[in-house]
C-alpha cells in the first residue's frame, strides 16, 4: 500500500521533543507515524501518513518545528515495504550469550553463542536497538538468580524477547503478544525459523494477536513470575494497571521503550501499583526499568534490602 512522506526542518532540540511525544497528533485517523532524523544538513522531522496529509495535520505537524521557516514538504511514497527496506543490510549483533542475525548476514558466531535469526520484516525487533539489548541483560540477570515458569510478553514485535527468554529459562511456559496481527504472524514466522516450538506446554511459546493483556489467554494463565513490556511510555503509563495485576507476588516486571524524560512518569505509575523498582539500567537514553511485586506490607523492607543489593553496582534505586 502507498504512502504519503511529509518532511519539515527543525532543530535538534525540536527533534528531541518530538520524540518525547506519546499522541503528536491526537484524533488523526488512520494514525500518522512521526520520526526524526540527522541530514547532511542538519535535523528534520518527518510524518508517515496512509493517506495524502490535510491542511489540519500539515499544520499541526508544522508546529512541532517552530524554528523552521519553510512549510512541509509532501511527497508520495512508492509503494514499498519500508519496514523491509530499512532493516535490509543489518549487521549481527552480540548481546551477552545471544547472537542475532539476519537469513542474509549470519556474521561469526562464538563458541558457546546462543544464535537467533530475526530477519527484515514487518514487525519490529531485531537486536540492534538498545533497548532489545537492556531487556535481555536484565533477564539474564534474573536467570543468575532462579528459574522462571511463566513469562510473558507484551508487544512482542519480532517475537525476540520472547525467543531470548526461552533459552534463558528453558522449562518455562511462554506468551507473546502484539497488538497488531501482522506482527504477530512475523513472530510466528520467526519462530519456525528459529526451530522454537509454538504450544502452551513448558518450553513452547504461545503466539497472538491482542491489545495489553486481557485477551482470555493472557488473563487465564495469570499470574506470571516474569513479564516484558518493550513498548512506549504513553502505553506503558496506561497499562500499569492491568499489567501489574498479572506480576505474581514475587515476580518480575522488565519495562523499556520509555526515553530518559519519561521515567519518572513511568515508576511512579507502577510504584502506584504496588511494584518496587530494584534495577535501573546505566543506559541514560533509553533506560530498561526492573520491578519485584512485593506484599505490601514487605515493600518498604523490600526497597531497603534492594538498596544494599546493589550497593557499589551502579543501579538507580528509586524511593516509595
Not at 31 to 47: F, H, K, V, Y
Not at 208 to 236: K, M, Q, S, T
Request: aromatic share 6%.
Amino acid at each position: 500500500m502507498s504512502s504519503w512522506l511529509a518532511t519539515l526542518p527543525c532543530s535538534r532540540a525540536e527533534a528531541d521533543m518530538a520524540a518525547l511525544l506519546d499522541d503528536p497528533f491526537p484524533g488523526a485517523e488512520p494514525m500518522p507515524s512521526l520520526a526524526a532524523a540527522e541530514t547532511a544538513d542538519g535535523w528534520e522531522l518527518r510524518l508517515y501518513h496512509e493517506e495524502e496529509p490535510g491542511a489540519d495535520l500539515l499544520a499541526a505537524f508544522a508546529a512541532l518545528a517552530p524554528s523552521s521557516a519553510a512549510a512541509p514538504s509532501v511527497s508520495l511514497l512508492p509503494d514499498e515495504d519500508w519496514v523491509t527496506l530499512s532493516q535490509a543490510g543489518l549487521e549481527p549483533v552480540d548481546i551477552g550469550r545471544f547472537h542475532v542475525h539476519t537469513g542474509e548476514a549470519q556474521g561469526g558466531q562464538k563458541p558457546g553463542q546462543w544464535p537467533i535469526r530475526i530477519d527484515a520484516g514487518l514487525a519490529f525487533g531485531t537486536g540492534q536497538h538498545a533497548t532489545t539489548a537492556g531487556c535481555i541483560a536484565m533477564a539474564a540477570g534474573l536467570a543468575k538468580q532462579g528459574s522462571k515458569r511463566n513469562v510473558l510478553d507484551v508487544g512482542t514485535g519480532s517475537g525476540l524477547l520472547a525467543f531470548a527468554a526461552r533459552k534463558l529459562f528453558p522449562k518455562a511456559r511462554l506468551t507473546a503478544a502484539d497488538l497488531d496481527p501482522v506482527a504477530a504472524k512475523v513472530a510466528v514466522e520467526n519462530a519456525r525459523l528459529n526451530g522454537v516450538p509454538l504450544g502452551r506446554g513448558a518450553g513452547a511459546i504461545s503466539l497472538l494477536a491482542a491489545p495489553g493483556v486481557e485477551h482470555p489467554l493472557i488473563a487465564g494463565r495469570a499470574p506470571y513470575d516474569l513479564v516484558f513490556a518493550n513498548i512506549l511510555a504513553g502505553p506503558l503509563v496506561a497499562l500499569a494497571p492491568s499489567v501489574s495485576a498479572v506480576v505474581a507476588r514475587g515476580g518480575h516486571l522488565i519495562l523499556a521503550g520509555l526515553l530518559q524524560p519519561q521515567a519518572g512518569k513511568v515508576i511512579a505509575a507502577y510504584h502506584a501499583q504496588g511494584l518496587t523498582l530494584i534495577n535501573r539500567s546505566p543506559r541514560r537514553e533509553w533506560p530498561v526499568l526492573l520491578f519485584r511485586k512485593d506484599a505490601p506490607a514487605n515493600r518498604r523492607a523490600a526497597l531497603r534490602g534492594a538498596r544494599r543489593e546493589t550497593a557499589g553496582r551502579g543501579w538507580q534505586i528509586d524511593s516509595l
